[in-house]
């Protein structure tokens, strides 16, 4: 081809491309004024522990749902109409919790309502959900047994049972590589969703013939852990389990270390995952997730989409942790499901809306999840993590290890 | 339960009572010879910290060229607080509704700062333990004993050996007359409010040193300190020192020996035992 004859072919493929972009971009913004919402809005209400001891996951759940909302609304919002998010502080207390919903059902008048963050807060919104008949999709209630509105939807596929899956899954993880443990302290805060956890480990671990070198329960809320390291050093067991909710797993590994003991392998139950990866001590800790930016999960456009958006969010936000994990996950997956139920019906009915839901299940960035055991729990979705090299990996099941990786036991 | 595991619990406890005691102080002060019950003495406590973890913690200052510049700027801090205070004329029991509400303005400023979620200040240099015999001694935690311990001995010192102390005390109990022989009251309530501002500045340097911080732990404290405080005497600085370590080593000991879920019970025990045992002492 000939020096001209190239130019030629350029300019007509640049006149091609670029004709083709403007009429991209024309469609586009068609489409876009075409699908720009209107009319009244439809409003969701909820509450969100904005301030006080939980505020620090509330935070998590803020910048999800007002991402989440902001990305419908550009898209179309639902139904045709622009969607308002009425949120409001509880202030972390599960009375003040149920009042707002009170508020929000009978004063605000809100087309449909949403879950608040933490298990207290939660079981207070499903009883005036209950009251009022109200469809309640929630992220992450801890006790699934006394989920028993058949209305309320859990967005954290648990299964009914983790007080079972999770320590077996744990000691799968650690059979799978011949370390599986001869002896087991479990240490637990007394805070309702891992205390059961804890004694349900108890249960399993002598099931699998695993000895009890050491059980013990502390208030939620202890600042010293000096005791408890030094009884932990006494036991030395192969694994300790710690029924940890937040920060609670790192000050006890700060009072092991002050006392020069490692735990040859941990597992806490619902860390905070940003301290406890990031601790020079965290190394080969283990904990439950639903979420992580890692594949196969992110493999999954939207999920990857959503990862990316939290990161930027979080960052903006000023979160010393920006990675989505569990309850990042699970907040976005709870306003999936429900707008994705509103969509598919084409109606704000909340009789309509918990049928779909129910008979339907929802995909969502935790994979698909269904509603059609035990108090709308479905299949268990939860996954085991470990932090390797800084940062979280999932290490079981065996599907969905992160490529790479294997579990660390010793 | 070894000697060891006994030992290692009972030092825990004193780690923990010093703690106690350093944060109480300034409240005890405040509360004696000022007569309020600073709440928000716990909200300076966590500024502080913050601070520390701020400019030790993410911009590489040394820790101690922050508490050099902390403990003037906190000073100031309570001597403005008890400014307001005196011009708004709060008595003793308002005083506790308004600090209540100062600190939980100070959480929102935290929180609007540094956000809700945990914040840890990793300092390498005080890490270590010193062994003795089978027991571990942290470096840190050694280093909390020495300051609390100096500073309840000094300032007890302070109030018995000087002209200060004589003053203040002479102040509290008729201000006129301690007047009419010079005592400046007014001048010397302010330099109390600083320095107990000053001791939460120390304090909070500490809480970030052992700590990972979140804006809401800022009330945990409440109870344990206020139970110290009330125990070791108001403006009493060794009975202070002592009735943290006494909360601190039975808090250590029962979850040493029991389920640890009962140590938050201790403190409360004793001191509902002193009040009914030794009422004229709170």
Same mark, same amino acid.
């Given at each position: 081809?000939?020096? *001209?004859?190239?130019?030629?072919? /350029? ?9 083709? @972009? ?5 469609? @586009? ?13 439809? *409003?969701?209400? &909820? /509450? ?8 620090? @996951? ?72 209950? *009251? ?55 240490? +637990? ?32 809320? %202890? ?98 942790? +920006? ?7 699970? &907040? ?12 598919? %019906? ?17 995909? @969502?960035?935790?994979?698909?999840? &269904? ?40 | 339960?070894? !000697?060891?595991?006994? =030992?290692?619990?009972?030092?825990? =406890?004193?780690? !923990? ?37 701020? #400019? ?18 906190? $000073? ?11 011009? $708004? ?28 979620? #945990? ?41 018995? #050996? ?13 201000? !006129?007359?301690?007047?009419? $022989? ?23 340097? $500490? ?25 070791? =005497? ?7 020192? !002592? ?24 403190? #409360? ?14």
């Amino acid at each position: 081809m000939r020096g *001209r004859d190239i130019v030629g072919a /350029t300019r007509r493929f640049m006149l091609a491309a670029g004709l083709a @972009t403007s009429a991209a971009l024309a469609a @586009t913004a068609f489409q876009a004024q075409a699908q720009a919402p209107s009319g009244p809005p439809i *409003r969701i209400g &909820s /509450t969100l522990a904005l301030t006080g001891p939980l505020a620090q @996951t509330g935070a998590i759940h803020k910048i999800v749902g007002d991402l989440f909302v902001a990305q419908l609304n550009a898209r179309g919002g639902l139904l045709g109409r622009p969607v308002e998010w009425v949120l409001l502080d509880d202030q972390s207390k599960p009375d003040i919790t149920r009042t707002l919903y009170e508020r929000l059902i009978t004063v605000d008048k809100v087309d449909l309502i949403i879950g608040p963050y933490a298990t207290a807060g939660i079981l207070s919104a499903m009883a005036v959900a209950q *009251r009022y008949n109200k469809v309640l999709v929630h992220s992450t209630f801890g006790i699934p047994k006394m989920a028993a509105y058949d209305r309320q939807f859990p967005a954290w596929p648990l299964g009914i049972d983790p007080e079972k899956t999770m320590p077996n899954d744990l000691l799968d993880a650690l059979a799978s590589i011949g370390k599986t443990p001869k002896s087991i302290a479990i240490v +637990t805060s007394k805070f309702p969703s891992v205390q059961f956890v804890a004694v349900g480990a108890r249960e399993v671990a002598k099931a699998r013939g695993v000895k009890e070198a050491l059980y013990l329960e502390f208030e939620f809320g %202890t600042r010293d852990f000096g005791p408890i390291a030094a009884r932990v050093r006494e036991a030395d067991p192969d694994l300790l389990f710690v029924g940890a909710i937040g920060l609670e797993g790192n000050q006890l590994l700060e009072a092991l270390d002050k006392l020069n003991y490692k735990p040859r392998n941990h597992f806490y139950v619902y860390p905070t995952p940003g301290p406890l990866a990031t601790s020079p001590l965290g190394n080969d800790a283990m904990a439950t997730t639903a979420f992580e930016n890692l594949p196969p999960l992110n493999k999954n456009p939207e999920a990857a989409a959503f990862a990316k958006a939290f990161t930027e969010a979080a960052t903006k936000a000023g979160l010393p942790y +920006t990675e989505p994990e569990t309850q990042a996950g699970a &907040s976005w997956s709870m306003w999936e499901i429900l707008t994705g139920a509103i969509k598919a %019906t084409k109606s704000l009915d909340d009789k309509v809306l918990a049928d779909h839901i129910k008979k339907n299940g929802s995909d @969502t960035v935790l994979g698909h999840i &269904s509603f059609d055991g035990q108090n709308n729990y479905g299949k268990n979705l939860m996954r085991t993590k470990q932090v390797q090299q800084g940062k979280w990996v999932i290490i079981w099941p065996k599907d969905m290890i992160t490529p790479g990786y294997t579990v660390q036991g010793k | 339960m070894s !000697a060891t595991l006994f =030992g290692q619990s009972v030092l825990s =406890g004193i780690f !923990a009572g010093s703690l106690y005691a350093l944060m109480g102080l300034g409240m005890s002060l405040s509360w004696r010879y000022l007569r309020v019950i600073n709440i928000a003495h716990f909200g300076l406590v966590f500024l502080a910290a913050y601070m520390t973890y701020e #400019f030790a913690g993410v911009r590489g200052f040394s820790a101690l060229a922050v508490a050099l510049l902390l403990i003037p700027l906190f $000073f100031m801090l309570g001597v403005i607080q008890q400014v307001l205070i005196l011009r $708004f004329n709060v008595n003793e029991f308002s005083s506790l509704i308004v600090t209540y509400g100062l600190a939980i303005i100070a959480e929102a400023v935290i929180q609007l700062i540094w956000s809700a979620d #945990f914040v840890r200040y990793e300092n390498r240099a005080l890490h270590g333990n010193v062994e003795v015999g089978t027991l571990l001694l942290p470096m840190a935690d050694i280093l909390l004993v020495v300051i609390a311990v100096g500073l309840c001995v000094a300032t007890w010192a302070a109030m018995r #050996f000087t002209w200060l102390g004589k003053a203040l005390r002479a102040g509290l109990d008729n201000p !006129a007359i301690a007047a009419a $022989f010079g005592v400046p009251n007014q001048r010397l309530l302010l330099l109390v409010s600083g320095f107990s501002a000053a001791l939460a500045a120390v304090a909070g340097v $500490f809480v970030a040193l052992l700590y990972t911080l979140a804006p809401s732990q800022i009330l945990s404290w409440l109870g344990v300190v206020f139970a110290a405080v009330l125990l070791g =005497g108001l403006g009493n600085p060794l009975g202070l020192l !002592a009735a943290g370590m006494l909360i601190g080593v039975s808090e250590a000991i029962t979850m040493a020996v029991t389920a640890p879920s009962w140590a938050p019970v201790v403190p #409360f025990t004793i001191l509902i035992l002193l009040l009914v045992l030794w009422p004229q002492r709170v």
